[in-house]
């Protein structure tokens, strides 16, 4: 690496890390106070409370690093330009690009480490967080569950599984109902008044199935009935469910997949899928956004850039809601919707970085 780049690379780094550091203390401060009559409420320790907002590090860094990568490029360039550096290395016959390729590198770096900040770490840190805050800082008592009541669990295949009682420690399920699918077809059905785990498989009793073809129904009755084509184990009923928007992109992808096989709308769920690739993609754009401006604007005070970082990330948050809110209610492509506020500023970042460096 050369000494220019080195150079441009450590003006930046030192921004984007100040921007990060204040981001952080800011949110802290602010929700310090939101919570502070719960904390002094309950006597929380100094070292709990600390370990709550550490655990809350990780989803603040996702939403501020995009902003604190804009206020670091609007600092960085904006002094480069302003004491006449970049005026004397574009003299010296360097492109705008090369200058700033290790801006570019740094702003590629954050994004993959915002997608696997956000797919790796901030989902079980913000369980984590919640069970801090619940149980050992409000100490909301939390029984272990005996038992589950009106229980919908997506299985395998396009299972659907209706259980209007599930009983934990007994393994066994009271007026349960397993729907099968065929390409978003009912293709089978079975409705039991009990089911019990043998230890291997499951098994139905008083009951009955029934078969949908051609239009056509035709039941069966049992009294006992093993089914050992079902993958679904006892855990898989006792534990509580986790949101989509708590999975990461791995699980909400399955979770997707087993909605298509059972016929279900996803359009909704896909575009949250690609929001999880779509926004950490927006750091290296703020980044182009703002050398493209920062490189023909000699900004004099961090305030101006501030206010810059903080006008541009509000559009494009709106635009994100615009499109997530219109995907959602189907009224755009799942991909549009997810995907446009990316494409709209990726182009508009594109035309000034080229004019930029035209100029």
């Not at 330009?81 to 016959?93: D, H, P």
């Not at 009951?207 to 993958?231: I, K, Y």
């Not at 446009?340 to 035309?351: C, K, S």
Request: zero cysteines; aromatic letters at 12%; proline letters at 4%.
């Amino acid at each position: 690496m050369r000494i220019l780049d080195r150079y441009v690379m450590r003006e930046f780094l030192s921004y984007v890390g100040l921007g990060i550091t204040g981001f952080i203390v800011i949110f802290v401060v602010v929700d310090l106070f939101e919570k502070i009559d719960v904390f002094l409420d309950h006597r929380a320790p100094l070292g709990l409370v600390a370990r709550f907002y550490l655990y809350r590090a990780p989803e603040v860094v996702v939403l501020a690093l995009p902003v604190a990568l804009l206020l670091a490029t609007f600092l960085a360039l904006g002094q480069l330009n302003k004491f006449g550096e970049l005026t004397a290395m574009r003299a010296a016959g360097l492109p705008l690009l090369v200058i700033l390729r290790t801006v570019f590198g740094v702003a590629a770096g954050a994004a993959v480490v915002a997608l696997l900040l956000g797919e790796l770490v901030a989902p079980s840190a913000s369980r984590e967080r919640d069970r801090i805050y619940n149980d050992q800082i409000q100490h909301v008592r939390r029984d272990i569950a005996r038992e589950r009541a009106d229980v919908t669990y997506l299985g395998a295949g396009g299972r659907m599984y209706y259980i209007r009682l599930y009983l934990v420690h007994e393994q066994r399920m009271h007026e349960v109902s397993v729907l099968e699918f065929a390409q978003g077809k009912l293709a089978g059905r079975v409705d039991a008044a009990e089911a019990t785990w043998d230890g291997n498989q499951w098994v139905f009793s008083s009951g009955w199935v029934r078969h949908f073809e051609g239009g056509r129904e035709r039941a069966e009755p049992f009294v006992h009935l093993p089914m050992p084509q079902l993958p679904e184990e006892p855990r898989d009923f006792a534990k509580e469910s986790i949101q989509p928007s708590e999975m990461n992109f791995l699980q909400l992808r399955h979770y997707i997949s087993k909605l298509r096989a059972s016929g279900l709308r996803v359009a909704g769920y896909l575009v949250d899928l690609h929001l999880k690739l779509s926004f950490p993609l927006f750091n290296v754009i703020v980044v182009m956004i703002g050398a493209s401006v920062a490189t023909r604007l000699r900004l004099q005070s961090a305030a101006l850039g501030f206010g810059f970082s903080v006008i541009i990330a509000f559009v494009y948050w709106g635009f994100m809601q615009l499109g997530k809110a219109l995907g959602h209610s189907g009224l755009l492509s799942p991909y549009v919707a997810a995907w446009m506020g990316d494409v709209v500023f990726g182009v508009a970042a594109v035309l000034l970085l080229l004019q930029a460096q035209r100029s």
